[in-house]
T-cell receptor, first 114, second 113 residues
């Protein structure tokens, strides 16, 4: 089992460009998440999907959109990248339901916006 | 709003000693608290979960305590090894959402041979 996979691993964008970060899981988990991680700060939730067909905003959703394509895949889109979106992005899944919130993370995408 | 704090300074420990990391929180009484390990260039990996009605939980050389009066969790690694060097993150459940966690910034642990 691959667990949680993310593509690409690294990306450099110019301000204003768009891109989509891909996430896929083979763990049959219902809930999926997108976080960003910046130096000196905790993981911050961008969007999450509690189950297939639903998405909700997290703490820092501005400038991002998401698509829960099916149970396995959850993508994050930057429509017009800004330097403030330079960060490491992690996709995660949730094992179990509420109250058993063990999360499984992908390897991350390191994004630089120039 | 909920706040969670971990020591931002790196913790240097001699191999074989016990490492103790601290996680403090305010403005909330979480139902549970989790600890994760993160190695450079990788995603966090779950280690332990402790619930509000549990004082202590152990897993091999790891021990977590949860003091709801002090609003603090301690994470111990006994007989530490250089391979334990990593950043350790704590997370607690968010009071207004069943599906979200609040994360600390993590403490970097360095175990010296």
């Amino acid at each position: 089992n691959a667990g949680v996979t993310q593509t690409p691993k690294f990306q450099v964008l110019k301000t204003g460009q768009s891109m989509t970060l891909q996430c896929a899981q083979d763990m049959n988990h219902n809930s999926m998440y997108w976080y960003r991680q910046d130096p000196g700060m905790g993981l911050r939730l961008i969007y999450y999907s509690a189950s297939e067909g639903t998405t909700d905003k997290g703490e820092v959703p501005n400038g991002y959109n998401v698509s829960r394509l099916n149970k396995r895949e959850f993508s994050l889109r930057l429509e017009s990248a800004a330097p403030s979106q330079t960060s490491v992005y992690f996709c995660a899944t949730l094992a179990g339901g509420p109250g058993t919130d063990t999360q499984y993370f992908g390897p991350g995408t390191r994004l630089t916006v120039l | 709003s909920q706040k969670i704090e971990q020591n931002s300074e790196a913790l240097n420990i001699q191999e074989g000693k016990t490492a103790t990391l601290t996680c403090n929180y305010t403005n909330y009484s979480p139902a549970y608290l989790q600890w994760y390990r993160q190695d450079p260039g990788r995603g966090p990996v779950f280690l332990l979960l402790i619930r509000e009605n549990e004082k202590e939980k152990r897993k091999e050389r790891l021990k977590v305590t949860f003091d709801t009066t002090l609003k603090q969790s301690l994470f111990h690694i006994t007989a530490s090894q250089p391979a334990d060097s990593a950043t350790y993150l704590c997370a607690l459940d968010r009071m207004d959402s069943n599906y979200q966690l609040i994360w600390g910034a993590g403490t970097k642990l360095i175990i010296k041979p």
